[in-house]
């Protein structure tokens, strides 16, 4: 979470009952939701809600805040993801998210309720730069992602618990289970 805490601490619970109980790997606060509550500039929203659309248009992304500070994730997936993180900036979560979209975890978002720090010490040109550059690596990360359909972890314990099915002469081969029953 930021430390500047514009997200309210009363969301903490609702930000990690999806990972303590298995429904997601990820959990994030939104800005965005209907439901959320944010007090902040023109400026900050009105960049805030272009970051998103961009995001959503160049890199694919399918939740709505990727920059909102508060977030949960389980252990082993942060484990999985982070040898394959680029950024160490403040694109890294965004990068993150994104990749572990691409790979399939589930992920779950929270309305917030948010307040601006209006001491940011954010450099808005510098940054969106930055991002620009890291949403177009991660559209050729997506590309690779489509492609190789491996990287789905819910997709490969399926196919475990399939083949766990087959009698053990048949395990690895192509016969559709179907066939054997």
């Not at 809600?49 to 977030?71: E, I």
Request: one cysteine or more.
């Amino acid at each position: 979470m930021d430390v500047d805490l514009s997200t309210s601490l009363d969301h903490i619970d609702n930000l990690v009952h999806p990972i303590l109980t298995g429904v997601s790997d990820i959990a994030i606060g939104s800005r965005l939701m209907k439901s959320s509550a944010t007090t902040r500039s023109f400026k900050r929203e009105f960049i805030s809600r272009t970051y998103n659309a961009l995001l959503h248009m160049y890199s694919g992304a399918q939740f709505s805040d990727a920059q909102c500070g508060f977030k949960a994730i389980r252990a082993n997936t942060f484990h999985a993801l982070v040898p394959q993180l680029y950024d160490n900036e403040w694109f890294f979560d965004t990068e993150m998210l994104l990749l572990a979209q691409y790979r399939g975890y589930r992920l779950t978002q929270v309305p917030v309720h948010w307040v601006e720090d209006q001491s940011s010490s954010v450099h808005i040109t510098d940054t969106i730069l930055k991002d620009l550059k890291g949403m177009h690596r991660m559209r050729r990360t997506r590309k690779k992602y489509t492609c190789d359909r491996t990287y789905l972890p819910h997709l490969k314990q399926q196919v475990d618990a399939l083949e766990t099915q087959r009698d053990s002469s048949l395990r690895g081969s192509l016969v559709p289970i179907a066939l054997l029953a």
